[in-house]
């Protein structure tokens, strides 16, 4: 068993709420204060855990930067869940899809709109748009 990593990635910090193979899916205690106050500030997340190898995932929030934020001994921001899965794959981290539905169930359902805009925002800041020609 390796190490448990700092916060905010310390799995003890969180409640199992899923499995996606073998990664922990642990989100804060719903009816816990810092559900209550993380929600509605676009602070809330999820944390994959991997416990074997001791790597934790952090999905998009405020608290990342709107980046997946990973932590394997050192911390590293990643702006896109294919790049975490490249960095990951002898890991064999969630798909696509399954992570998509994991936020959607987990996290997002629990969010106002105003942060429906900011996620819809961290979604595309990293993708270059065509120069426009001249009118």
């Known amino acids: 068993m390796t190490s448990t990593p700092p916060a905010p990635h310390d799995p ?26 993380f929600a509605p500030r676009g602070f809330l997340h ?5 416990p074997t190898a001791g ?17 394997d001994g050192d911390r590293v921001a990643l ?8 960095y990951v794959a002898d890991l064999s981290p ?13 996290v997002t359902v629990h969010e106002p709109a105003s942060v429906a805009l900011l ?8 993708e270059t748009k065509p120069a426009r020609g001249p009118a």
């Open 12 to 37: 003890r910090e969180r409640e199992l709420v899923a499995h996606a193979g073998a990664w922990e899916v642990r989100q804060f205690a719903r009816t816990g204060t810092k559900h209550e106050y």
């Open 46 to 50: 999820l944390q994959l855990w991997e």
């Open 55 to 71: 790597v934790s995932i952090l999905t998009p929030s405020r608290l990342t930067g709107g980046n997946y934020e990973l932590h």
């Open 79 to 86: 702006p896109e869940w294919r790049d975490v899965q490249a």
């Open 94 to 106: 969630p798909g696509m899809a399954r992570m998509a539905a994991l936020e959607r169930w987990f």
């Open 119 to 126: 996620r819809a925002w961290w979604s595309v800041k990293g």
